[in-house]
């Protein structure tokens, strides 16, 4: 099916109705490109999208809009509606949580949207800063990385750029090592804001908060009901993503229910940052992002029939491998069984 047959209305950008979606439109709400640490060319992204059938996707590379424009124009081109959108490094509880923030432009002239993009520019700045700094570190330590211009391939130099080189040019064997090294040198390679302050700001502009991937525990310890609540107890934030990559049928069905118990928008998205890397963007079905896609100005259809979500409906939820068997307690038949 393609996006043009997935979205039952006009393919403009900006329209006076909403944009319908069938239910089972193809959706991804949360794409890299080579802004911040992927390997996407919006434009060329944008054609994979159109070439699979994708209705409706959102590019959110870390801290920065960079690519958003070009996306959103490229979409136009190719009936790909984008939503503009960021992934937002912000702190509460003692940690950094990712924070996607959905539906403010870069060039928003808006005097509501202006907290949030100097906010942006601001964060934006402090990373690209920190990139120097610990390029600057690390050559002065006696470790040249004369491939972290191929890694910037003419963009902004960003802290990843600088983490990548290390370890093509062999001094660090992973990317733990490289930021630990940064660090070790008197640098850093992240930075953040208040989750706060993002929201607040996001809010004033109209934007849309949905904490990204809580069910990942590589930044931290995965979210709990127990940690949401505290958060929603100080933070309004909007929602969760419900669908990501990494989750198994039982981790969407807990997120989900989380979101949905708490009257929070549910989130669909990849992570993708380059052509299988981690993965492809995923074909979401419009239905079960619908909240947080009526939120941004789409209006989704229901299934024709059955629940919106349950287990088993995603062909590409990850399966957990089955627990280790006890050969002594469950010993392999003989053959005279």
């Known amino acids: 099916m393609s996006s043009t047959d997935q979205v039952t209305s006009s393919s403009t950008a900006v329209q006076d109705a909403p944009v319908r979606l069938s239910a089972d439109a193809a959706v991804d709400l949360h794409l890299h ?26 590019v959110c590379d870390h801290d ?31 940690r950094q949580w990712h924070l996607l923030v959905y539906g403010i432009r870069p060039d928003d002239e808006l005097p509501e949207a ?3 993009l100097r906010l942006m520019a601001d964060q934006d700045a402090r990373f690209k800063a920190l990139a120097v ?14 491939s972290v211009e191929k890694e910037i ?58 904490i990204a991937h809580p069910g990942r525990a590589d930044l931290g310890p995965a979210l709990t ?8 107890a100080e933070v309004p934030v909007d929602g969760l993503e419900g669908h990501y ?28 940052h380059a052509p299988g890397a981690p993965v492809d963007p995923r074909p979401w079905r419009a239905v079960w992002g619908k909240a947080l896609l009526e939120r941004l100005g789409f209006a989704v259809d229901d299934p024709l029939s059955g629940a919106v979500w349950e287990p088993g409906m995603d062909p590409l939820a990850i399966v957990p491998k089955p627990e280790p068997v006890d050969p002594s307690r469950n010993p392999s038949p003989s053959e005279d069984d």
């Open 114 to 116: 202006q907290p949030f």
């Open 64 to 94: 920065t809009q960079d690519s958003v424009l070009e996306a959103i124009e490229a979409g136009e081109k190719r009936g790909v509606h984008i939503v503009p959108g960021t992934e937002v490094t912000v702190r509460w509880g003692e």
């Open 133 to 146: 700094d610990a390029r600057r570190r690390v050559e002065a330590s006696g470790r040249p990385i004369p």
């Open 33 to 58: 490109t080579f802004a911040s640490d992927g390997f996407w060319d919006p434009t060329v992204l944008v054609g994979y999208l159109a070439e699979h059938g994708f209705a409706v996707a959102a």
């Open 153 to 210: 391939n003419s963009r902004t130099l960003m802290p990843v750029h600088v983490l990548r080189a290390m370890i093509t040019d062999k001094h660090v064997p992973r990317l733990k090592e490289a930021a630990e090294l940064v660090v070790e040198l008197g640098g850093n390679f992240t930075t953040d804001t208040p989750l706060a302050e993002v929201v607040e700001a996001a809010h004033q502009g109209g934007g849309v908060c949905i």
């Open 225 to 232: 009901a127990e940690t949401l609540d505290r958060m929603l």
């Open 245 to 272: 990559r990494t989750y198994s049928d039982a981790d969407t069905e807990r997120y989900r229910a989380m979101a949905e118990e708490r009257g929070l928008l549910i989130g669909i998205g990849s992570d993708s």
